[in-house]
């Protein structure tokens, strides 16, 4: 018999589903693209000896619900649920396109979110990232609209930086599937980090927040200055290089990092 799933309703009815670890104060883990609630377990584990750690399917994914039309406040909406449920304030944790959905979520919670990290979000900062970004949502809504799901997660991952070589191993593997499934959010992730992905420098001035900015000391440079134009951007933020580290930054990593920094 199947374990029932935890799960809110979000303002618009979309059901949430989520996974809740561990004693102490609360910490909700907003991931990226392709993500479901299972890609923080890890993580959630090794914080869970300090903080109840909350991971979360975002809408559109695993047993979370979908409801059209998409706008990026409902995902805000989402953590507001969840935040709800659990009352009190929270810490919040946000990486590559759920640190925008963190982001726009500081400021619309307020006095909810106690602090905020975020871990390479990935915004654009000049005009050729910006059209490249622009053109790359214009042929994921085209692949999308056609129902070519795996063209879809291919032009994604190819954005990220892998290699075609890689890109035919991967279709090979069963986790294909699953990412297949989870292809239309992709839409979601573009879409929350606003027409090409430019940054939001007149948001992130009004976060009052105590904020951690993280990137990946072996990661893209672009990572690296968007991180670092978000922390100047935020009053008062902080800004973290994780030695070694990209994209896919390792739990046993950034668990020790976010301890120190929720405490």
């Known amino acids: 018999m199947r374990t029932r799933i935890p799960t809110v309703t979000s303002k618009d009815g979309t059901k949430i589903a989520y996974d809740k670890v561990g004693h102490g104060p609360v910490v909700i883990l907003a991931l990226g693209a392709l993500n479901s609630r299972k890609s ?22 695993g047993d979370s619900t979908d409801t059209a039309p998409y706008a990026p ?9 969840l935040i709800d449920d659990v009352g009190g304030q929270v810490y919040l944790y946000g990486h590559s396109s759920g640190a925008a959905i963190a982001l726009e979520a500081a400021i619309k919670l307020r006095k909810q979110v106690r602090k905020l990290a ?20 214009r ?3 085209k692949l999308l609209k056609s129902g070519r799901n795996g063209d879809a997660v291919a032009l994604f991952v190819r954005h990220v930086g892998v290699s075609d070589r890689q890109i035919q191993a991967m279709r090979r593997m069963l986790m294909w599937r699953g990412l297949e499934a989870m292809a239309p959010t992709l839409a979601y992730d573009s879409e929350v980090l606003g027409e090409g992905h430019s940054l939001p420098t007149a948001l992130l001035a ?3 927040t105590p904020t951690l900015v993280m990137h990946g000391g072996a ?10 134009a978000i922390s100047e951007a935020i009053p008062n933020a902080q ?3 994780l030695a070694g580290q990209t994209h896919g930054v390792s739990p046993k990593v950034l668990a020790p990092v ?5 405490a």
């Open 219 to 228: 990661g893209a440079p672009s990572m690296r200055d968007a991180a670092q």
């Open 73 to 81: 406040q409902r995902e805000v909406e989402d953590v507001a649920a």
């Open 139 to 141: 042929q994921l809504k």
């Open 40 to 61: 923080g377990a890890k993580l959630a584990k090794l914080l869970a000896s300090r903080f109840t750690v909350i991971g979360y399917d975002r809408r559109g994914r």
């Open 239 to 241: 800004l973290r290089t």
């Open 118 to 137: 975020i871990y390479e979000a990935p915004y654009a900062l000049d005009g050729d990232a910006r059209r490249a970004a622009k053109e790359y949502n």
């Open 206 to 208: 009004g976060i009052t």
């Open 258 to 262: 976010l301890a120190e920094f929720f």
